[in-house]
């Protein structure tokens, strides 16, 4: 028995964004704890500094010939570095908002950033899970960060309540997830994606075979579907999005969507793809109940943070429906729309953050009031966001709903196409009912914002993104299309 | 001799005593998460019968680390658990009631 | 019927029985105890499926740990009886009906058709000089020494957050601060008062 492992370190090599992040992590965790309180800021420095140089880590790895370590469990490709670059650009932005929030209600803690590089950790090996055991390991251990971070507002019942639900409802889909692992598994003899897939696009599946794929399926489908929040598996995500403090829910809302849709793509792409006509029936249904729930129920929001938990249902909605399709173009625009989706969600919760101040939580609508008369620069901002969510050209959110459909009229789902514009029109609605309050309606209370430059200038940078992003979308969609 | 089929069909059974367990004890947490072992307990069934049943130690190996995962997730539980009842005296939340406006 | 039939119906009827009597307990410790005993036959059944390290396992780690883990808190807790006897949330034969459906249907695709013997046929058992921990433990540290890592991490995250949200600050424990109380002079301990005696009539 000496012939098990054949191990090079030169490659380990492709594993090193996750390698320096781990390091860092330890340094910074023990860092943190020998820190006077006087500077705390180090570990936000230093925080902000590992994710920069993972990220570029990640970034020098793009162009990387397609290679799989550690017997099968690890993938680097294309997909993986581009997914970890965004992810990491998302929680650098997030952290710069979240400075803000977390200063003004005194949740500046060293932990906090120790857990969020943890729950960056585990979505880096989500993105590059290859088998699914190594899948379930990076979604739990993203999962454990994120119960953890939520409920660091220990003071806050309605913080803990969010965490408790996330906990419950997070353990209820990691069941469900790994029942349908065990049917694959058992059916394939492997739990590596390649091995499944060699094994269910084989020719000769007896339909025995195909009828416990299908089976198993189900489950992950569920499973897939609880994590990123689609309808009927929604339940937890508009308490959670209340619940949670504003900077937890703006991490919740945009890195890991990049890491659900990554783990969407390796099991059910890359893994089951042969097996796309069983289930893109079954995201044709759940992604039609998003949109249509997301849209309707959030009319009735006066809670922001409530509001954009909808909006985000039925935003995962119409990223499903690209998936839906089964074509290469659709998985391509969905996996556009996603990006266009956190760059969005990141701004609009980054302006609710801006308005926060010392013992003043942002949560209601009516707190935008007057925002134009206060700061006409932020509003406009505001007003940017919220159109593009509503899918107003020129805009990037008009062109990631308009790719979205293209794809699925030419894959012939036209009936599916015209409900998803109907319940998009009406979903405009709330977000010029944002609009108007900023610019129509008298302050009620003081509303100065007081934010550091830092902090507004990302702000301002990642809004007028939108725009950009909007005016030339053709280099980031050639993007997503080489994905796949 | 037991087959295949047998263990699966009792684990079936077991997942589904889990997901009934947590439709029915809705507001009691404790209950909740004990339910949700059930759940994982089912499931590694499911992995060690596959394992057995197609000689090949993997399911084995994944088994070993759902105990890990769970072992870890539950401490976490647990620990909000402690911190809801210091802030609201009581452990009753209904996990389910999203519909609230 | 052979010996190996009637001791798996055996251990499955007390795992049913036990799994069912720890969601319809209305006691949490008696809900504890139910899946204690759930838990041993499971690892028994585990042993019959030749997995006797994780049969092992489960009873150290789970019955051990993690339950006794569940019954501390519990007990510290103090949960009232109120909150417990909680009724059950409605549906519940509902919810009954539904799930013998669902087990009908699940039993339909996992029944002999698909899984019977003849599909997998029962494998040899291993001989006496089979041992399932060196086996294990050779495809844990090499073929799967990246999941075995991610699980280190998973247990740091553990602690970590465990410690975090429950951990209370510093200001409630009484410590004790050497330096301080070598460099102490009486003066700062005691406070000489010069107070005027009343005389014995009071005035």
């Given amino acids: 028995m000496n012939n098990f492992i054949e191990f090079d370190t030169s490659s380990l090599w492709a594993a090193l964004p996750e390698i320096f992040l781990l390091s860092a992590i330890v340094v910074i965790l023990l860092l943190d704890l020998f820190l006077d309180k006087r500077f705390k800021q180090v570990t936000y420095y230093l925080t902000q500094l590992s994710l920069l140089i993972s990220g570029l880590l990640a970034f020098n790895l793009i162009g990387h010939p397609q290679t799989i370590i550690f017997s099968g469990s690890f993938v680097l490709d294309n997909m993986a570095s581009v997914f970890k670059v965004f992810m990491m650009g998302a929680t650098m932005v997030a952290m710069v908002y979240s400075r803000h929030y977390l200063r003004a209600h005194s949740l500046f803690r060293g932990e906090y950033f120790v857990l969020v590089l943890l729950s960056v950790l585990g979505m880096m090996v989500m993105i590059s899970g290859y088998s699914l055991l190594t899948l379930y390991l990076g979604l739990e251990i993203l999962s454990l960060s994120l119960y953890a971070l939520i409920a660091i507002a220990r003071e806050r019942a309605d913080a803990i309540e969010a965490a408790l639900k996330y906990f419950v409802l997070g353990a209820i889909a990691s069941g469900l997830l790994l029942y349908g692992m065990s049917m694959i598994y058992g059916i394939s003899g492997s739990l590596n994606i390649s091995d499944i897939a060699s094994f269910a696009s084989s020719a000769n599946l007896a339909s025995r075979e195909t009828l416990i794929i299908n089976f198993g399926l189900v489950f992950l489908v569920i499973g897939i579907a609880f994590k990123l929040g689609a309808v009927p598996f929604h339940m937890w995500v508009p308490d959670v999005y209340q619940g949670a403090p504003t900077s937890v829910t703006l991490l919740i809302s945009t890195a890991p969507k990049i890491a659900a849709v990554a783990m969407l793509v390796r099991i059910l792409v890359d893994g089951l793809g042969s097996m796309h006509a069983y289930w893109s029936d079954l995201f044709m249904v759940l992604s039609i109940l998003s949109i249509a729930l997301g849209s309707v129920v959030a009319l009735m929001q006066t809670n922001i943070k409530r509001l954009l938990a909808y909006s985000t249902i039925s935003h995962v909605g119409f990223i499903m429906l690209g998936f839906a399709t089964g074509t290469l173009t659709g998985y391509g625009a969905a996996t556009f729309y996603m990006l266009v989706y956190v760059l969005m969600s990141l701004a609009a919760f980054g302006v609710i953050i801006l308005l926060n101040k010392k013992g003043f939580e942002v949560d209601q609508i009516s707190d935008f009031k007057g925002l134009s008369k206060h700061s006409p620069w932020f509003a406009l901002m505001m007003l940017i966001i919220m159109l593009s969510m509503a899918g107003v050209p020129p805009l990037v959110g008009f062109y990631s709903k308009f790719f979205i459909l293209q794809q699925v009229i030419s894959a012939g789902f036209i009936t599916i196409a015209v409900i998803a514009v109907i319940f998009a029109v009406i979903s405009a609605y709330y977000y010029l009912q944002i609009i108007k309050s900023m610019y129509f309606d008298e302050a009620d209370k003081d509303i100065t914002i007081h934010a550091s430059i830092d902090m507004r200038l990302i702000l301002s940078i990642n809004a007028i993104l939108i725009l950009a992003v909007g005016l030339f979308p053709d280099f980031w969609m050639t993007l997503a299309l080489s994905l796949f | ?101 | 019927m052979n010996s190996e039939q009637i001791i798996f119906y055996i251990l499955s009827f007390w795992f049913v029985a036990s799994s069912l009597a720890m969601i319809f307990s209305r006691n949490a410790v008696k809900a504890v105890l139910f899946l204690v005993l759930a838990f041993f036959s499971a690892a028994s059944i585990w042993i019959l499926l030749e997995a006797e390290f994780l049969a092992i396992t489960l009873i150290l780690v789970y019955v051990g740990a993690v339950m006794v883990l569940f019954l501390f808190v519990i007990k510290m807790l103090n949960i009232d009886k109120s909150t417990l006897r909680a009724k059950f949330t409605g549906y519940l034969s509902l919810g009954l009906i539904v799930a013998a459906i669902i087990v009908a249907e699940m039993s339909l695709v996992l029944g002999t058709n698909q899984f019977g013997l003849d599909v997998f046929s029962s494998p040899a058992r291993h001989g006496a000089d089979y041992s399932n921990i060196t086996v294990l433990a050779m495809q844990l540290y090499t073929t799967y020494v990246y999941p075995f890592e991610l699980a280190a991490v998973l247990l740091l995250i553990a602690i970590i957050a465990a410690i975090t949200l429950v951990h209370r600050n510093e200001t409630s424990r009484k410590k004790q601060s050497i330096s301080e109380q070598v460099n102490v002079q009486a003066k700062d301990r005691v406070r000489l008062v010069s107070i005027t005696l009343p005389n014995k009539e009071g005035k």
Avoid: P
């Fill in chain 2, 1 to 101: 001799m037991v087959s295949l089929s047998d263990y699966l069909i009792l684990s079936s059974v077991i997942f589904c005593i889990g997901l009934v367990g947590i439709f029915v004890n809705r507001t009691n947490i404790i209950t909740l998460l004990m339910c949700v072992e059930l759940i994982l307990v089912a499931v590694n069934t499911n992995f060690i019968a596959f394992s057995h049943f197609l000689g090949n130690e993997t399911g084995q190996i994944f088994v070993f680390f759902i105990l890990t995962v769970a072992a870890a997730e539950v401490a976490i539980g647990l620990a909000i658990l402690t911190l809801l009842f210091r802030n609201r005296g009581s452990i009753s939340v209904d996990v389910t009631n999203s519909l609230k406006g």
